[in-house]
């Protein structure tokens, strides 16, 4: 009997043919020999790995993520699903390092680079600076870390007028907010050109809470069994804010 591909299960390693198309778009194997590739460190190590045994990927986490191994597979595993919860496993055995909860929780310092902007883009393009991030952190000194901007979007936003006939509530991110504002406006001009009026903005970081998107991309919690429990006071915030702005508007 053959098995349609739309009943495969995406998360078996076995329906992976080994045909290497996912190792040509993968961004990581092509710059560092470290890591595997997709094909490897998927559904090949998958094979092999016991839920009860200690990780030894230690390369599992250069995976960033991108999901473009997904994209390409003809034989529709998710090879991304594989690595977020071989990673997950490893970092929960080996500890997370303090450059992944540094990176994934800008929220809490996000306004001061805003507000310092000048200063702290100079730090961050200093080569001294990054030569310290590489030695402590272990962050590249070759990769542009991301500028801050000021006026944050949201400052920008209060003292902007919309126009439109519908009413519509836009979730912005913490990166939008204080690194990305031009598409944080063109996404509002975009609303506002299809005839929608973007009333009111929606965050958690209203309440001094991040989306989490970030932070479960380095966690894996998403696949590793521990979402419900991880995203419930982040979408508890996001609704209480969904609803007191609808009350108002």
Known sequence: ????????????????????????????SRVTPLFPG????????????QPGEPSVDEWIDLCIGCHLCDMVCSSGVNISELNLIAKA?????????????????T???????????????????????????ETILKIDRRRQLPSYESPTFRQ???????????KVGYFYGC?????????????????????????FLLKSA???RCLGMEISKVRGEWDYGMSPHFFKPFAQVL??????????T
């Open 1 to 28: 009997m053959v098995m349609k591909k739309t009943v495969w299960p995406q998360n078996n390693a076995d329906v992976c043919i080994r045909c290497a198309t996912c190792m040509a778009v993968c961004p990581v």
């Open 38 to 49: 997709p094909k490897q460190a998927g559904p090949g190590a998958e094979r092999f790995r």
């Open 89 to 105: 496993k490893y970092l929960d055995e080996k500890r997370r390092p303090f450059r992944d909860w540094l990176l994934t929780h």
């Open 107 to 133: 929220y809490l310092f996000g306004w001061l680079g805003s507000l310092f902007s000048p200063v702290v883009n100079w730090f961050l393009r200093n080569s001294a600076v990054k030569w310290i991030a």
């Open 156 to 166: 920008w936003f209060r003292g902007h007028h919309s126009e439109g006939d519908r």
């Open 175 to 199: 990166y939008t907010n204080t690194n990305e504002v031009d598409v944080g406006k063109a996404t509002v001009q975009v609303l506002e050109a299809m005839g929608s009026r973007s009333s």
């Open 206 to 208: 209203a309440a001094s």
């Open 239 to 248: 609704i209480s804010s969904f609803l007191q702005r609808v009350a108002v």
